[in-house]
């Protein structure tokens, strides 16, 4: 797992350059923080998040995000009545490499999520895959779709994990 973790750190640093003096020009611009609803993803439900980007070239941006969310245990009854659900709330971040040109990107890094909650697991860790549709202008939507699956925590009985999300969000 460490070898793993490891492997996902190099990979995002591969080709990081200090470029101080690169002018990407007026018509490169774009903005960098943005606030996202994720639905599903992160170990919640529903989730609120804020989101900076770093440029280190036009192709390629460093995201960091951080959230508030949403989740409740999760009941399977058949036969009978269940007790009430427990609730969660979670706490979200991740910090991802985002690549890409013009208005599409591709979305590589590291998540995790803590539960404030009576849970057998606290907190998740996770990579992330995914893809994002965001746009040069201000006050514009942001899409995102991606894929996670945390490295422990798939036997918990408290939450179900969904490895899919699906977040739409607004540049500022």
């Given at each position: ?14 080709g ?40 280190v ?12 969310g ?79 699956m945390?490295f ?21």
């Amino acid at each position: 797992m460490k070898a793993l973790i490891l492997a996902i750190l190099i990979s995002l640093s591969a080709g990081m350059t200090a470029s101080g003096q690169d002018n990407y020009g007026p018509g490169n611009t774009r903005p960098l923080n943005s606030i996202n609803l994720n639905f599903l993803g992160d170990a919640s439900i529903i989730s609120l998040h804020f989101e900076r980007l770093f440029p280190v070239n036009p192709s390629w941006l460093i995201s960091g995000k951080l959230g508030v969310g949403y989740n409740e245990e999760f009941q399977l009854c058949l036969f009978g009545s269940c007790g009430p659900k427990r609730s969660y709330v979670t706490l979200p971040h991740h910090i991802t490499a985002v690549y890409g040109k013009n208005r599409h990107f591709v979305e590589t890094g590291l998540g995790g999520t803590y539960l404030f909650g009576d849970t057998e697991q606290n907190y998740f860790v996770y990579p992330i895959i995914g893809y994002r549709f965001m746009s040069r202008g201000s006050d514009k939507i942001i899409f995102r779709i991606f894929v996670q699956m945390p490295f422990s925590g798939l036997e918990t009985e408290d939450i179900v994990f969904v490895p899919v999300g699906v977040s739409i969000g607004m540049a500022l």
